[in-house]
């Protein structure tokens, strides 16, 4: 079955309008070289629905479940217990949508999902405000960075070689476009963080310090003396957090220093969905909240007297002001913000509290038992659920034989850091509450017997 919505007489009327003598001759500006004389090379010829259906259900069959093995993998994804009442809760009606409406405040039941999803990123992340949520927790560091531009008027940031690889090629992306500098680097298969350097590279350029908590080994630096030194160099300090979940456990980083957290917030009732949609979080604090990118719901009462909800701040400037424009990230993940909320919302302080203790006792139980296996050796003298193998062999040919055996055994740096040899040989497992003693000892197993 084909779908063409326009006949043969639409399309010359259409042309007509505009006036082009051909549908060809709309591309006349594309270089001959650049255009194709035939189909795409090596794409197969068109195929009906059912056939297409059949092929991609071949293909999805090539896939190791998560839930299906032993499940290891973690580096900015993981996969938490989701409460089946989260997704029955989001998929009503009046909540199924991604998108804040143009005319908020006629939707109170959004506002006010909003505002309890701002309190509770506020609270966890130790900071004055949140707005209500952005796309994911890599663009929300790239806003953070462009944030502190504003705010300092200075153009130099200064990332931790402990920030998730693919936050940096994000923001390395955009700040082609923007002139911001970036100093980066590999990390080192140290349990020592970069702390110390960070410290040392501050100056009187430096617009922020950019730091993930924990970082991409797992490790946890402190914060303070790095928010010491930037705050006594006029820059500011973004904490970053991938894993909310750790929060639970450790000092949230706006009560450590941070003047911007931002982070991911996939762990907290949404699930892996092969990469996405995921949630951004960002909070500062309150005399930064004008520069704040996204949108701010906020609590009133209206001409009676009853508590109300309304859209406080909103970057939609940027329809009028474009590259002046504070942020052109126009949206939020309002789904994904409500799915984090409701999981929040049940779990409460205390379940919180005990869901950390919990990921945390059982990775510290892998990690005893890991770094009893010929070849292996522990990185980490402190982790939340997440932590740094250094193994015998390269992880990444590791990684892919232990997959065969139906074990998603980590995330080889090597993956993350294809061009840094001396990261070759390192292996990020991630343990959280759905990992059994069971399945610790599977891969302990497997990975001894790789190894040998």
């Not at 952005?134 to 790239?142: E, F, K, L, Q, V």
């Not at 991938?242 to 911007?260: K, M, Q, Y």
Request: hydrophobic fraction near 45%; charged fraction near 20%.
């Amino acid at each position: 079955m084909r779908y063409l919505p326009l006949t043969q007489p639409d399309r010359e009327a259409m042309l007509a309008a505009v006036g082009a003598p051909s549908v060809d001759a709309l591309f006349a500006d594309v270089p001959e070289g650049a255009r194709l004389d035939g189909p795409v090379p090596g794409l197969p010829n068109h195929a009906s629905e059912l056939a297409v259906e059949r092929h991609l259900t071949k293909l999805a069959a090539k896939n190791l479940a998560a839930g299906a093995a032993p499940f290891f993998l973690g580096c900015g994804a993981y996969r938490h217990h989701v409460p089946a009442s989260v997704d029955h809760l989001i998929q009503r009606g009046e909540y199924l949508t991604a998108y804040t409406p143009y005319q908020p405040e006629i939707a109170q039941g959004t506002l006010q999902m909003l505002f309890e999803f701002q309190t509770q990123v506020a609270t966890l992340l130790g900071c004055d405000v949140a707005n209500a949520s952005m796309y994911d927790g890599s663009t929300a560091c790239w806003e953070a960075i462009t944030m502190a531009r504003r705010v300092t008027r200075r153009g130099k940031a200064i990332l931790s070689s402990g920030l998730h690889p693919h936050y940096v090629s994000v923001a390395q992306t955009m700040a082609k476009f923007t002139g911001d500098v970036l100093e980066s680097s590999a990390p080192t298969l140290t349990a020592e963080t970069d702390s110390d350097a960070l410290i040392a590279a501050i100056d009187g350029d430096t617009s922020c310090v950019v730091v993930q908590y924990p970082d991409i080994l797992g490790r946890i630096p402190d914060l303070r003396p790095i928010a010491e030194a930037a705050h006594a160099n006029k820059a500011l300090l973004i904490a970053v957090v991938t894993e909310p979940v750790a929060l639970g456990a450790i000092a949230a980083p706006g009560d450590l220093g941070a003047d911007i957290v931002v982070g991911e917030g996939q762990s907290l009732g949404v699930g892996l969905q092969f990469g996405g949609p995921y949630v951004g979080l960002f909070a500062c604090s309150d005399k930064l909240v004008r520069q704040m990118p996204g949108r701010l719901c906020g609590e009133t009462v209206d001409a009676e007297g009853k508590r109300g909800f309304v859209l406080t701040l909103s970057t939609r400037e940027q329809h009028i002001r474009r590259e002046k424009a504070t942020s052109n990230i126009c949206t939020n993940s309002g789904l994904c913000a409500l799915a984090f909320s409701i999981h929040m919302t049940l779990l409460g302080e205390k379940g919180l509290r005990q869901l950390a203790l919990s990921n945390h006792a059982r990775a510290s139980a892998a990690a005893d038992r890991l770094a009893k296996v010929p070849g292996v050796e522990l990185v980490n003298t402190s982790f939340f659920n997440e932590f740094t193998l250094k193994l015998s062999k390269e992880a990444r040919p590791v990684v892919r034989t232990l997959a065969e055996r139906g074990v998603l055994a980590g995330v080889s740096l090597g993956r993350l850091y294809p061009d840094a040899a001396e990261l070759a040989n390192g292996l990020v497992v991630a343990v959280t509450e759905t990992v059994t003693a069971e399945d610790i000892e599977t891969l302990a197993t497997e990975l001894e017997e790789v190894l040998a």
